[in-house]
């Protein structure tokens, strides 16, 4: 190559280079952020004040110490999980069976539970009453009744079913009612907290009870303050004739706690100061159910109650053509009561102690009869009790037997569980049954099985007694023939072509030919 040449070439080469287009550009890959480090706490870490200031060795080494003890901080440890046995899932039941269905706390090992039931404190289910289930217990609480939802208001439910005060004291059904009407209140430390309008459980905190105390004026200061704890503090003064009634609230000996509770459902003005007034000794949450809503309730279930009794008597045959007015009267005097199977209402020659209108069940009458039962050397006479029928739903008995003080002829026994409405003699033979209503009442009611004569039981006994020598005797008979003849019951002579092996087939010795 000529040296004129290669000028000429390095031109052409650089007009080549610069010909070509740029390369396509490129983003530059995001950086994963790892799952096991905290950068929140690695900014932290790298912002410590000290670290680029090393003309100032004090600082730094300090800030260098902070850094070297919060360096691991950065790093997230994962969770161990253990393995565990499956559960098995339980079928969904309906609403219906799961109210109906009585829930069997398991048995726990604290024995401080025990304890607590032994000396008359709450005791309640740990299990059922988590942390969890005990907060959310809380939020809903602390929403107006209005703006709960019906889940919410089936969890406060069976929440409070849960505690043994209010479980003891009010039925399932009435403490849903009163479930949707319950909030809870908040009180600040030293509140004093008083329970006369209601029924008040402490949630969360402390609270000590307030006590009265009377001391005449006469008696040194020393004297009264020496019997209380040095720690209590005089709360109140008030003064009723000649003594000063002090209140003081004792530190240790009437502590609230939680799940701790004073007032009371219903109005009590004799109520004790320590019953239902407390001083709040923390920030407290107390839930509060109102006195209102229980009279509330308790007058619509006596509503309830009337109604169904004058739907009940009105039933009744004797009373169907009675004015509306007096059997009000019988309804108010009435009150409903269960008796047991098996249960003697009434012996045959005694007069019954109140009147009765079944609401459900049945009771069997029996009438005395002496029967002669044939011993080995001697005849011996036996008292005996004869069926002669029964006493069903809406029918009535013993206003006869209360009103003309007549004994009863026969003997009223329970055949089962039996729910009626009773009016008590003295409430019948005293003041508070008008004497027209009485009058009206001998002229309509009729003696209980008084159409039954002494025939008649004798007939019903020799029947009775026929029936069951007749059923011995064929019982006997059959079973001595077929011993005679070699019968098994159960087993034929008769080849049978069997799939399978029958239910009734016993022993394996016999065969069929």
Known sequence: MTEDSLPTDILAHM???????????????RLKVRKTINYGQLNALCHIRGLESRRNSSIYLAAHDTFIKQYPQIFLHEKTVLPKVPQP???????????????QPAKSHNISLYLSEARGGP???EGELSESKFQKFLDILKKLPVHRTIHEHNFVWKMLKNIPVLASQLRSEHLKILSKKVMSETWIKGSTVI????????????ARRRVKVFRSLIEEEDSIISSLSRESFLFDVEFKDSAVAEIYVPSKKLTVKKWGVFGSLEVRPDMDECERSIVTDDDCEILKIPTKEYEKLKLEKVKRENAQKLKLIRKCPFYEIWPTLSIYELVSLSTFKIFPPGHVLVESGNIISFV???NSGYCNIY???????????????????????KLKERESFGEISILLQSPFTCTIITGREVEMAIIEDKDILGKSLDPLTKELMIQTAK?????LTEEDVKNEYIKKVQEKEWKYFKNKTIQRIFQTKGVLPGFGKWAHDWSTIPKNFKSSLITYT
Do not use: W
């Open 447 to 451: 003696p209980t099985f008084g159409h």
């Open 89 to 103: 899932v339980e079928k969904r039941k309906s609403d219906l069976q799961i109210d109906q269905k009585i829930s």
């Open 15 to 29: 007009i080549a280079i610069n010909n070509v287009p740029p390369p396509p550009l490129r983003s530059i890959p």
């Open 195 to 206: 329970g006369d309008d209601g029924l008040y459980i402490m949630l969360t905190g402390h």
């Open 367 to 389: 009438r005395n009869i002496v029967g002669l039962v044939d011993l080995s050397l001697k005849v011996k006479k036996i008292k005996k009790l004869v069926y002669m029928g």
């Open 123 to 125: 005791c309640v289910n």
């Open 356 to 358: 009765g209108f079944i």
